[in-house]
């Protein structure tokens, strides 16, 4: 998770990814027609310590809030090669990110109030397949905020698959 407010200037800067608390990601894929699907689900923390909106959050050991993370998002994925092994997608499509209360350094009396913001979102992804049923997945995600400022953001994940 990337809401640093630097854009794709410092995508790569490790300062500015936050690993919360508890990041989790669950994702229900279904197909809906030929070579596309769609899916998807986060929660996550922002870390004191990291940037968040161009300022950086006081976290609870400093007397202020982690900023909680939620998205609900519903993308199309087109897969355009078709392999047993490797599975390569585009996707998008548009979700709801919701972020909580929280603090910087910069205004450290000041509780910035919970958003909701409605995304736009694009992205990449590739799943590499074991078995069957057993796989790895990798994506990145852009998402950029319809009507508020300051809150585009984007979400990288790693994690199991498993096929029914």
Request: charged share 15%.
């Amino acid at each position: 998770m990337n809401n640093s407010g630097a854009g794709f200037k410092e995508l790569t800067n490790s300062d500015h990814w936050a690993f919360g608390k508890i990041p989790f990601y669950g994702s229900v894929e279904t197909n809906f027609a030929n070579k596309w699907r769609a899916k998807s689900l986060s929660f996550n923390y922002f870390k004191d310590g990291k940037a968040f909106n161009g300022a950086t959050l006081k976290g609870e050991s400093d007397g202020g809030n982690d900023a909680g993370y939620a998205a609900f998002d519903l993308a199309a994925q087109y897969y355009f090669l078709e392999s047993k092994k490797y599975e390569p997608y585009l996707l998008a499509g548009m979700g709801l990110s919701h972020f909580g209360d929280y603090s910087t350094t910069r205004d450290p009396l000041i509780v910035v109030e919970p958003l909701t913001a409605l995304t736009l979102n694009a992205g990449f992804g590739i799943n590499y397949w074991f078995s069957k049923t057993w796989g790895i997945n990798a994506q990145v995600m852009g998402k950029w905020s319809l009507g508020v400022k300051n809150n585009n953001h984007s979400q990288a994940s790693i994690g199991a698959l498993y096929k029914l």
